[in-house]
T-cell receptor
């Protein structure tokens, strides 16, 4: 299976509720990033958390990282209809001067107005 | 989509034909990447380049080729050897990673090119 697997694969919530997405990975990483993709568009970087960090916040986003469990979660608080998108985690491994970024298959979030 | 552009937005390929997807960035980034995304799937790395005149195969390089003659440009050619080319292709760029700094390496993505086979 892939490095970086998100769950759930699809999530539907009401506007104003919180949305939590999880990401698991298999090998040690340098950092983990979350990206958002609107349908048919490129990805947009949301937040990066380094392997020595446990939690980061950015606006309505909260990311946690548990390296012992090789997992991360993305929490979107007070969701809005505009948050409807697919969310991907990406793990970064640095090896021999090259970076290897591996994306998961994503969580498709639908926020119902 | 920042300062990275892809063209065309839609591309049609005939059987046995090679096609080239364009990717240009004005972010002064050293590193550039090509990904393929299939419906409902994540991104899979095709090729990446950390510096001009250097590139490395990703996870699914077979049937694809790239060049990196200029810092700003990283075109991807889908050759006739790629038997299932229909997908959404995404190009990205980033600063060159510095291993000692642990990397920041945020990738900036273009808007994508959708390749369809006639």
């Amino acid at each position: 299976s892939q490095q970086g697997e998100e769950d759930p694969q699809a999530l539907s919530i009401q506007e104003g509720e919180n949305a939590t997405m999880n990401c698991s990975y298999k090998t040690s990483i340098n950092n983990l990033q979350w990206y958002r993709q609107n349908s048919g568009r490129g990805l947009v970087h949301l937040i990066l958390i380094r392997s020595n960090e446990r939690e980061k916040h950015s606006g309505r986003l909260r990311v946690t990282l548990d390296t012992s469990k090789k997992s991360s979660s993305l929490l979107i608080t007070a969701s809005r209809a505009a948050d409807t998108a697919s969310y991907f985690c990406a793990t970064l491994i640095l090896s021999g001067g090259y970076q290897k970024v591996t994306f998961g298959i994503g969580t498709k979030l639908q926020v119902i107005p | 989509d920042g300062g990275i552009t892809q063209s065309p937005k839609y591309l049609f390929r005939k059987e046995g034909q090679n096609v080239t997807l364009s990717c240009e960035q004005n972010l002064n980034h050293d590193a550039m990447y090509w990904y393929r995304q299939d419906p409902g799937q994540g991104l899979r790395l095709i090729y990446y380049s950390q510096i001009v005149n250097d590139f490395q195969k990703g996870d699914i390089a077979e049937g694809y080729s790239v060049s990196r003659e200029k810092k700003e440009s990283f075109p991807l050619t889908v050759t006739s050897a790629q038997k299932n080319p229909t997908a959404f292709y995404l190009c990205a760029s980033s600063i060159r990673p510095r291993a000692r700094q642990g990397g920041s390496e945020t990738q900036y993505f273009g808007p994508g090119t959708r390749l369809l086979v006639l």
